[in-house]
C-alpha cells in the first residue's frame, strides 16, 4: 500500500513514524511536497490513498476524477488563521479588500478566506491572492510585501508567539478545516482495505492523544525543522484526532464548499459533487 503524506497533513505524518502504522497493508509511505498534488498522484497511482485539507478532493472533482472518500478527521479550529503585523493598519477582515494576501491557493487556505471575506460582502476576486508554496510567508509580512498572511500549524503556533503580529481570523470561527482521507475510484481499493485504512487512522489518533509528548518528539525527529518538540507537544495537544465516517454529513460539507468557491468565481462551473463516501462501521473505531 503506497501511502502519500504530505508535510502539512499531521495525521499521516505521524503514522510514517509511528509503530505497526498499517503494518498489515505492507505500507509504503511516500512523500511529496503539498497536498495540491495529491490528485495527481493518485492518478498517475504513485499513491493508493492520501491526506489533505477539504480543498484538493473537490478541485480534483472538479477536473473529472472520481473521488472517493475514505475518513475524515475532527473539524481543526486551531490549526489555521489570518495574520497580519501587529502595526498593520488592517483591524478586520473587512479591511482586506484590494490587499496582497500569501496563501497556499486551492488549499483550505482558499476557502477559509473566501468564508472570511465574504462575511463582509467581498469576494475573492476582490483581493490580491499571493501564492507561498511550501515557503514561510512570514518574512513577506514583516517585510510589508504582503498584507497579511494565512499561516497553519506549526508555523502559525509559532507566529502567535510573537509580539510583533497580531491574529484576525481563526479557522474554528469560519470552517470546519478538517482533514479528509481519500482516493479515486480507479485505484481500486475494496471495501475491506478503506475500512481497514479508517481504522488505523483511529487507532494512530487515539495511541498520538494518550501521548503527546511522544508524538511531538517523533515528529521533530523526522526533520524539516518547522518546530522543536514544546512548539509540536502544543500543536499536537491542541488537536483532536478523532477519526470519522465521511459520511453525509462530511458529504454535505463538501458541497457547500464547492458552492462557495463557485460563488467566489475560484471554480468557472457549479460543481455537483458525486456524494460517494466511506461508511465505516462504529465498531471498527476504536
Request: one cysteine or more.
Amino acid at each position: 500500500m503506497k501511502i502519500g503524506v504530505h508535510p502539512s497533513n499531521l495525521h499521516l505524518r505521524l503514522a510514517q513514524v509511528w509503530p505497526g502504522a498499517f503494518a498489515l497493508l505492507d505500507p509504503e509511505f511516500v512523500n511529496y511536497p503539498e497536498g495540491r498534488d495529491t490528485a495527481r498522484l493518485l492518478e498517475s497511482k504513485a499513491i493508493d490513498f492520501g491526506g489533505t485539507g477539504s480543498t484538493p478532493p473537490i478541485t480534483a472533482e472538479a477536473e473529472g476524477l472520481n473521488v472517493a472518500y475514505l475518513a475524515a478527521s475532527a473539524p481543526r479550529p486551531a490549526n489555521g488563521g489570518i495574520i497580519v503585523a501587529k502595526d498593520s493598519p488592517i483591524r478586520s477582515v473587512s479591511d482586506l479588500r484590494g490587499k496582497r494576501i500569501s496563501l497556499i491557493d486551492g488549499s483550505f487556505h482558499t476557502y477559509l478566506l473566501a468564508r472570511s471575506l465574504e462575511s463582509d460582502g467581498i469576494f475573492l476576486p476582490d483581493v490580491h491572492r499571493v501564492e507561498t508554496g511550501a515557503s514561510d510567508g512570514l518574512p513577506a509580512l514583516l517585510e510589508g510585501r504582503v498584507d497579511a498572511w494565512i499561516a497553519m500549524d506549526p508555523r502559525l503556533e509559532k507566529a502567535l508567539g510573537r509580539s510583533d503580529i497580531r491574529l484576525i481570523v481563526r479557522c474554528g470561527s469560519t470552517i470546519p478545516n478538517r482533514s479528509l482521507f481519500w482516493t479515486l475510484d480507479e485505484n481500486g481499493l475494496g471495501e475491506d482495505i478503506r475500512q481497514h485504512i479508517a481504522a488505523e487512522l483511529s487507532r494512530i489518533g487515539t495511541e498520538v492523544t494518550a501521548d503527546p509528548r511522544l508524538a511531538a518528539s517523533r515528529l521533530a525527529e523526522s526533520g524539516g525543522g518547522d518546530a522543536d518538540i514544546d512548539a509540536w507537544e502544543k500543536v499536537v495537544r491542541s488537536r483532536d484526532f478523532s477519526i470519522f465516517p465521511a459520511d453525509g454529513n462530511i458529504l454535505s460539507e463538501q458541497q457547500e464548499e464547492a458552492d462557495t468557491l463557485y460563488r467566489h468565481k475560484h471554480f468557472k462551473a457549479p460543481l455537483r459533487l458525486k456524494q460517494t463516501g466511506q461508511s465505516i462501521p462504529a465498531e471498527i473505531l476504536p
